[in-house]
């Protein structure tokens, strides 16, 4: 075969996922990211260019802001925090236990369900009153609490839920993973002498690394894109305190019908994901261990 | 061959029954509706189209449950910029202007061509026809209309000592009565409050109930100019406001609008305001004697109206549009809107619905249907500008901000006049 005909097969074969990736990512976000120089077309009036006029707008919004630092606070917490839970219960399903299975399938559970479906239940959790948060703690003399009416909790309850929902998800990879090290290994380590902590830092951990890489890759793209919660439990409310960036693309887009701001607000978080993406690719490749 | 064979008799069907259907010359609709409160209004709406189909062989109907009224209006304005808008839709009241400034909508005047038709299209209540003109031409029907009410819990009523048999009438019985209601245990915390208005996703519906009562108007007939600011405004909500606050009658922070009915139920609360399309929920599900009251008055009676309209779409053929106007004529025909009625707790529309024989048994077995029907004298229109959902957004951050004590009712509403005037200047 010369060189020239596996050069095409090469390309025939890239070129089924290249048509798709193009057609339905790479197009649409140029696309967007033409609009967002545009005005929002509305009935008989056309849209015309104002430069970086919607930009300007969006530095000067102060909803923009809000949700923004919103969406920095929920990825902060959500992150970290499902991940290292993810781990935990992956190490503690993974040793001998009366009942494994079915504790597994108990983390696991909240993965399987459709999140509006989550946000429904944990809605009447949260319900003032006769809730079940305020029915437990009712019964200890407590007040009740206005969880999602309030603004200071709004965001924290909303964060609650988005653990609780990946942390289970995440544990199936960690599960995985921590099934796949060689059981010699600690023998090893038994011999030597390493205590469990020691082995956990040494061995187990550095081995997980790829799956930590992959896990918190999905982390951060999930901590943007899983917003159907706020929907169904706060409508972005009170007074935006629970809005994030996402949504706020949603409202705009789909409720105000003000297209070109949209596009304004979703090549913001085109930059800022490609920026963790990239980031977190060069960063932590380098602590990565393939086997 | 022989799959082929059955492909090919499979498409030569196919394509006789696309002939024989031209044929008869049947006009296809596709029929957008929401549905926004529980019970059997998706069922009733899927009867009825089915009971006029079964009566006009030569009309197809399509009749799709398209979500909340939120996601109605997203799915209906994306199909009309891909080009395939629904021939009819029921949408929110208030989106009209929206729909009027895509270009999505025509009037309903220029598809009446007999008497009996314009005749029709006079015969419903007035204040439900508010928000279904503009300019003297007529965008939109009424049919999924309905009206705030305050509903009270007659068992509790009695147990604090009040006449289980008479409603707060004005804002200081209401005050008056919450403190009588409420109720605290040995540590402070409350078991019961007195009244409950939902404040969680749209809390401008029940506020405009305030700002009316209080005789003021939250914006122009235009669309063009809120009131935002206006001093009555900001005395409505420091009301609302001071119901939490100041009196300690009603939950403190947001509350929820969808538990809202089973905080009623669970006696969480003794009275609540919330919409008439929750009467028939209401009636099956309290377990004790309720009662249902017009909204206590203040300087005056008053009540915004809510709920959907019919709208017919422009991108239809003649014979589409002609079709949708006789469906929409027919379904909020007497018989038709008293079953509808009802099934759910939305108001009929027009007089003579509440003259049919189903609808006097009805009410002669249920008084309470009445309530809503005799407010429609003191009601408003509900509050609709241009880029609808944009200024009432706009209102509900101001509103909840108020709320959850974030900003004084004055500053709040202040700064959200200023948004709505940068939002609406351009449409003056």
Not at chain 1, 191 to 206: K, V
Not at chain 2, 134 to 144: A, E, L, R, V
Request: negative net charge; glycine residues 6%.
């Amino acid at each position: 075969m010369t060189r020239r005909v596996e050069w095409i097969y090469g390309w025939l074969l890239l070129s089924p996922a290249l048509v798709l990736l193009i057609a339905f990512t790479h197009l649409p976000a140029l696309n967007t990211l033409w609009g967002s120089f545009f005005s929002t077309p509305r009935g008989q009036r056309p849209a015309k260019f104002v430069g970086l006029g919607n930009y300007e707008t969006l530095l000067a919004d102060e909803t923009f802001w809000q949700v923004f630092s919103n969406s920095f606070w929920y990825a902060v917490v959500t992150i970290p925090v499902s991940v290292a839970l993810a781990l935990l219960m992956a190490i503690w399903v993974d040793g001998k236990l009366a009942g494994r299975g079915f504790v597994r399938l108990a983390y696991f559970a909240p993965t399987v369900l459709p999140l509006i479906a989550v946000a429904n239940i944990w809605m009447f959790f949260y319900t003032p009153g006769f809730g079940l948060i305020d029915q437990i703690s009712g019964a200890f003399g407590f007040p009740s609490v206005n969880w999602l009416g309030d603004p200071d909790l709004a965001l924290g309850a909303v964060i609650v839920v988005a653990i609780w929902k990946e942390a289970g998800f995440f544990m199936i990879f960690y599960l995985a993973a921590l099934q796949s090290i060689p059981p010699q290994l600690r023998e090893a380590a038994a011999i030597e002498g390493a205590d469990r902590w020691t082995f956990f830092r040494r061995i187990t951990f550095p081995l997980l690394m790829p799956t930590t890489l992959f896990v918190s890759v999905n982390a951060v793209i999930n901590s943007f894109r899983l917003v159907d919660h706020i929907f169904v439990m706060t409508d972005g409310g009170p007074d935006n305190a629970s809005s994030l960036l996402l949504f706020y693309i949603y409202e705009i887009a789909f409720k105000f019908w003000d297209t070109a701001y949209a596009s304004t607000l979703t090549v913001v978080l085109l930059v800022l994901l490609s920026v963790l993406a990239v980031g977190q690719f060069f960063l932590l490749d380098k602590r990565v261990h393939y086997r | 061959m022989n799959f082929i064979k059955a492909l090919s008799t499979t498409v030569g069907a196919a394509a006789l029954s696309v002939s024989m259907g031209s044929a008869a010359q049947a006009v296809d609709l596709q029929f957008f509706f929401p549905v926004a409160v529980g019970g059997k209004a998706a069922d009733t709406i899927q009867e009825l189209t089915d009971a006029y189909v079964a009566s006009n062989p030569d009309v197809k109907i399509d009749a799709v449950y398209a979500g909340s009224y939120q996601d109605t209006i997203t799915k209906t304005l994306t199909a009309v910029r891909g080009g395939t808008p629904p021939q009819l839709s029921v949408i929110l009241s208030v989106d009209m202007f929206t729909l009027i400034e895509e270009d999505a909508i025509i009037p309903f005047d220029g598809l009446a061509k007999t008497d009996a038709d314009k005749a029709w299209m006079t015969s419903f209540y007035p204040a439900f026809m508010d928000n279904s003109m503009t300019g003297g031409k007529t965008y939109g029907i009424p049919f999924q209309r309905s009206t705030p009410v305050l509903y009270w819990n007659k068992e509790a009523f009695a147990a604090a000592g009040l006449d289980p048999n008479i409603p707060p009438a004005t804002w200081e019985e209401q005050v008056a009565f919450g403190k009588k209601l409420t109720k605290r245990d040995g540590n402070g915390n409350v078991t019961q409050w007195g009244v409950r208005i939902p404040s969680s996703g749209f809390p401008y519906w029940l506020f405009q109930g305030l700002t009316t009562q209080n005789d003021v108007s939250l914006a122009n007939d235009a669309g063009n100019k809120t009131n935002f600011d206006d001093p009555a405004v900001v005395e409505a909500l420091q009301y609302l406001v001071d119901l939490s606050t100041k009196h300690e009658v009603m939950q403190p922070g947001i509350i929820e609008w969808g538990a809202t009915p089973k905080a009623f139920f669970e006696g969480q609360t003794a009275m609540m305001w919330t919409t008439t399309g929750n009467l028939t929920n209401v009636r099956t599900n309290a377990p004790f004697d309720f009662g249902v009251a017009m909204l206590p008055a203040h300087k005056r009676r008053g009540a915004p109206t809510g709920g959907g309209n019919f709208y017919i779409f422009k991108d239809s053929t003649d014979e589409q549009k002609a079709a949708s106007f006789d469906f929409i004529r027919w379904i909020t025909a007497p018989e038709q809107a008293a079953k509808w009625t009802i099934a759910t707790g939305y108001v009929a529309p027009r007089p003579d619905a509440w003259e049919t024989p189903a609808m006097k048994a009805y009410v002669a077995d249920f008084p309470p249907a009445l309530v809503a029907r005799d407010q429609l004298e003191f009601a408003v229109a509900e509050l609709s500008t241009y880029q609808n959902q944009r200024v009432t957004s706009i209102l509900n951050d101001a509103l909840e901000a108020s709320i959850t004590g974030a900003k004084a009712p004055a500053e709040a509403l202040k700064e959200a006049q200023a948004q709505a005037d940068r939002v609406l200047s351009e449409y003056r």
